[in-house]
């Protein structure tokens, strides 16, 4: 995941229903749709969405933390 939020493309593979899929994921849409090109997608197959930054949590969860040991500190 942190390799497609940096510009590359993965490709994660999946079951659902006892069907196996794919998807192609990019941070960068114009990477992607080179990607679809080259494996002969069809375009409208290919969608583009914000992916969320997992690498982030880890510090909005430390300040969470902090927030909580500053509360129980005031009480």
Do not use: I, N, Y
Request: hydrophobic share 35%.
């Amino acid at each position: 995941m942190c390799f497609a939020l940096d510009g590359g493309v993965w490709l994660h593979r999946h079951t659902l229903r006892g069907q196996p899929m794919a998807h192609l994921v990019s941070a960068d849409k114009e990477r992607l749709l080179a990607m679809g090109r080259e494996l002969d997608l069809h375009p409208a197959w290919l969608q583009h969405k914000p992916l969320k930054d997992p690498r982030l949590w880890g510090e909005r969860l430390e300040r969470l933390e902090d927030v909580k040991k500053r509360r129980e500190k005031e009480t």
